[in-house]
Each structure stands twice: as C-alpha cells, then as structure tokens.
C-alpha cells in the first residue's frame, strides 16, 4: 500500500514543501492499553522516526513536530521529567542516523527553559547537522504561539523606540521576520492526530492560510501509510488564498 501512495503523490505532484504536525494522543494510547503514560511517549519516537523518514524520502524540505508545548509544563513533574529524559536520549541516540540522513536539525521555542542536558543534547544535535541539506527537521520546545508573537512585538517596538523603524511602516514582513520562523516557509499542510479539533497555540501567524489534516489516529499509531494519505488529500485540495476557484484555475 506505501508504494502505489508514494507513486500516487509523485504523480500527483505539488508536494507541501513545509508539513508541521501536532502529535496527540500518545497518553490516551498508552491509557487504551492499560500502560502508564511514558510508554505512550516512547512508542510516539517510534513514528517520529518513521514520518521524518518517509518526509526525507519523498521530498518534503521543512517538517515542524510541536514536541512540547509552553502548556505542556503545567503536567506532573513526573511526567515533565520523563518527557525531557526521553527528548535528550532520542536526540542523541538518533543523530548519527539523521546525520548520515543529510537531515538538518534545529529547534524553535524558548530552548533555554529546558533542563540543561535537554538544552545541551539539542544543541549538539544543531551543531552536528547545521551543514546538511536535506529535510529541515524543526522541534517545538517550549514552545506557545502567542508567546512567540509576544516576542515578535517586543522586538518591533525596540526598533521603534530606538528609531530604526517607523510604528506607521510596521508590514506583515516585519512581524514574520520576528518570530521563531524567520528563516522558514510557512506551512502548507498542518495535521493533528488523537481526534481533537484545535490547533493549540501552534504557529498562528505562520498557518493563516495553512491547509489542516484532523485524523482520529494517535500519534503512536500514525505511520507511513498515514502520513502518505494526508498528503494525497492534501494534493486534492484547491488552495485559494482569499481568490476565487476560477481566478486560481485562470
């Protein structure tokens, strides 16, 4: 099945150069199955491994997982803990493979409230791929939309207090050079898996005009097959940006 999909997209075309995901339901998995938490978490790395594969494969230049939400640090601290031991282990179990992958790996988020291993595992992973050229494999760490608009604003009216910007000039280019994505390609296709309808304080500047994949399926569940078919239906859609079908078509 993966194969007629994957020869499905290439003949298809207009591939989305920037996929971000919301991976839900790992907790809800593992609940299903009477196992504690932390196993759903791990099993979650499994298809980490397996999409950043199949993205690398097929073509797809950026891919944005929210790993961790500035939300996410109001859970057990048991819970936090197990997360940050398993984020370091994987990122440092995993780099010599994404590595020999070409794969690039950076972050976006406030990296600095991690715990320092976090922090350092990260930054090394950075460091040993900051030259490849291959799938730009993006994680959200303590990371929360909102906050990074906060940011994005404070840093416009700095340039405004010291002159070097005029408040009346302010563009939408100005407040996208400001965040965390800078450097990055919104993104075309946004997925959520584990059943729920929101995007969660996930990049909403950056997903004005972004297609949305709502999918029942867990994250530890969703796998090659699955991200090939968001894909395709993605493939399917007309993208209008505020246009009509007819001006798009034209």
Known sequence: MPKSLRKQILKQGDLPTHVAIIMDGNGRWAKSRNLPRVSGHKEGINSVR???RVCGE???SYLTLYTFSSENWSRPKKEISAIMKLLVGTIRKEINNL???????????NLEALPVESQNGMK???EKTKNNTGLNLILALSYGSRQELLMAVQRIADKVQLGQLNSEQISEEDISRALYTSNVPDPDLLIRTGGEHRISNFLLWQSAYTELFLTDIYWPDFREESIL???IEY????RRFGMTGEQVSA
């Open 235 to 238: 493939q399917a859609r007309q």
């Open 50 to 52: 397996e999409i950043v």
């Open 58 to 60: 097929i073509g797809v």
């Open 124 to 126: 090394e992973g950075m």
């Open 229 to 231: 078919k968001a894909i």
């Open 99 to 109: 590595h020999k992958n070409n794969v690039r790996l950076s972050t976006i988020g």
